[in-house]
């Protein structure tokens, strides 16, 4: 069957960046399962998928806009240590949940300098180009209550 909207595909991926460093695969684990045309994926990631079918296996590489979005400076802030009073010790590679304008946002401590602690609020893939390779496991026709929530509903699940 071909990936097109209204259709649930699975596949396993393996991310790279353009290092070729790997940022994350899917193939210890299940395969992703997304449902086409709703936006679950990022957006170059899901153009590539359409009109595929089972068993197929492709790279892709896409671009910042079209993937995680640019980096914005402006939400890289140096705060003191004392705004993680309560919070563990910050090092870099740690996230904590912050406030955004939009709501709660990931940020990443970056870096700490004496009592200076760097936090990026920045999606950790932003600014970058993601090269995906791609293997297509299944596709199927989604349910009429997928469509209706918009993502996918895995073996067994229900809810309102
Ligand atoms: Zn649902």
């Known amino acids: 069957m071909q990936i097109a909207e209204r259709t ?10 353009e290092n070729g460093e790997v940022i994350d695969t899917s193939r210890e684990r299940e395969p992703l399962t997304y449902l086409h045309g709703a936006g679950n994926i990022v957006p170059g990631l899901e153009k590539a998928m359409g009109g595929r079918n089972t068993g197929d296996s492709f790279q892709v590489s896409v671009a910042p ?79 009429e209550e997928e469509l209706d929530h918009g993502h996918v509903h895995g073996a067994g699940e229900a809810h309102a």
């Open 8 to 17: 649930v595909a699975s596949f396993h991926y393996t991310l790279t960046a």
């Open 65 to 143: 806009e079209e993937g995680y979005g640019p980096r914005h400076e402006e939400m890289v802030q140096v705060v003191p240590k004392s705004a993680f009073e309560g919070a563990p010790e910050p090092k870099p590679g740690m996230q904590f949940q912050g406030q955004g304008p939009q709501g709660p946002v990931m940020v990443t401590v970056t870096a700490v300098e004496g009592d200076q602690v760097t936090i990026d609020g920045n999606h950790p893939l932003a600014g970058k180009t993601l090269h995906f390779d791609i293997e297509v496991t299944d596709v199927r026709e989604a349910s």
